[in-house]
């Protein structure tokens, strides 16, 4: 196996990935003791569970005010990443604003018209208890999501505000969609989408074949998930999306490839890229990447000697099914088109996913689970435990100390 304080040495200094603990899912395992590929795993189950909890709540009191002017959905990493699912599921036709809040408290304007849904998988982060008492102090409707027993939950009973309780057996960047169902309930609520029993299940069943597919048992040659964790590794990784859908995917990977592998890496909408960001495909990790290698270099390991970009593009259809306005989407088919060619002809090597599914729903999770399970195992190619991430813990005891329990 590979240490992680002083792993095998590649070229320029890096730490080559190992292949080979990917087929040993013996030692896989063992670098993996919080369980993450367990967690990850459980998506399907994830939805179920938690379609099942929210059901139980009564969220009529939401609706009975009738519309609201806009919906905030305040929260931080994958908690607040539910504000951009519900947004995407809702579509362009959302008849209100859907707006995500990443820091404490609420929007200045929030009032007493507005939806405030905190969402917090610990019941417990500073943004997300700020929010839901800023919500009920300036008389906005409040819908509180987060672990049972903290003090979200508390906080959402003094409120008189319904609250959806999902345990937590792991971490938060692996119960995204624990996180995520009980917001799309609130969002039915409000009348804002429309998710139906059916797009659940077969989101739950789609979770549950990816996640067979990706396995920890199945090799790489056969594994997606594994084989395109091979491919980035020792990668300078972009990933973009080329529709609103696949952006949230896009931006998912991003935060899963950071935490879970500590990987640098830029992800976001292929229209922005076009804009700017598709220069770095002639940047120095890109097409002049072969131009500045050492001239020493054995021939042989010209693709291995540098550092350089690997572009994941994640495609899909674009607008729901109900829109019928097509033409956005023949843009962003002929943008995914154009990026992949530029990388053909500047030897970037290029990944593409595309979303499968009926729904909205099934077609984002279509998009997520691969990449979810590519990141812990490029972790775990390096030698690294995806869930122990002593910089996350050293940053809320320094950033956070009362919160977090230390004095």
């Not at 987060?146 to 959402?156: F, H, W, Y």
């Not at 989408?193 to 067979?212: C, F």
Request: hydrophobic residues 45%; glycine residues 10%; charged residues 25%.
């Amino acid at each position: 196996m590979v240490n992680p304080m002083d792993g095998t040495a590649g070229v320029n200094g890096h730490r080559i990935a190992d292949e080979a603990l990917l087929d040993d899912e013996k030692s896989m395992l063992g670098n993996d003791p919080g369980g993450m590929l367990r967690a990850t795993a459980s998506a399907g189950a994830q939805v179920r569970e938690s379609a099942a909890l929210a059901a139980e709540v009564d969220l009529s009191m939401l609706a009975d005010e009738g519309r609201p002017r806009a919906v905030v959905v305040a929260g931080i990493g994958t908690a607040g990443l539910t504000g951009n699912i519900l947004a995407t599921v809702a579509g362009p036709r959302c008849p209100v604003p859907i707006i995500g809040h990443r820091s404490a408290g609420v929007p200045g304007w929030v009032g007493a018209a507005d939806v405030v849904i905190a969402v917090s998988a610990s019941g417990r982060s500073p943004e997300a208890l700020a929010a839901a008492e800023a919500a009920a102090r300036r008389g906005a409707r409040l819908v509180a999501i987060g672990n049972p027993g903290s003090e979200l939950e508390a906080m959402a009973e003094r409120a008189r505000a319904p609250f959806i309780g999902v345990p937590r057996r792991a971490p938060a960047r692996a119960t995204i969609w624990g996180l995520t169902i009980p917001v799309l309930f609130a969002g039915r609520a409000l009348g804002l989408v429309k998710v139906t029993e059916a797009d659940i299940a077969e989101t739950a069943t789609r979770l549950d074949a990816d996640a067979e597919r990706c396995r920890p048992a199945a090799d790489s040659f056969v594994n997606p998930a594994k084989a395109l964790a091979l491919g980035l590794a020792g990668s300078v990784p972009i990933v973009w999306g080329s529709s609103p859908l696949a952006t949230v995917a896009a931006r998912r990977f991003g935060d899963t490839l950071a935490a879970n592998a500590r990987y640098p890496v830029m992800a976001g909408a292929l229209g922005e890229a076009g804009r700017g960001r598709v220069g770095l495909l002639d940047g120095v990790f890109g097409g002049l990447a072969e131009t500045n290698r050492d001239i020493f270099a054995d021939p042989d390991e010209t693709d291995e000697s540098v550092t350089r970009l690997r572009l994941v593009v994640l495609r899909d259809g674009g607008l729901n099914p109900e829109d019928d306005a097509d033409e956005p989407v023949a843009v962003e088919e002929r943008r995914a088109d154009a990026i992949q060619t530029l990388a053909e002809r500047r030897g970037v090597r290029c990944d593409v996913l595309t979303a499968e599914g009926g729904s909205a729903l099934e077609r984002l999770a279509s998009l997520v689970a691969v990449p979810d399970f590519a990141s812990l195992y490029l972790a775990l190619a390096h030698g690294l435990d995806p869930m122990a991430v002593p910089a996350i813990s050293e940053m809320k005891e320094l950033a956070n100390p009362i919160v977090d329990g230390i004095a």
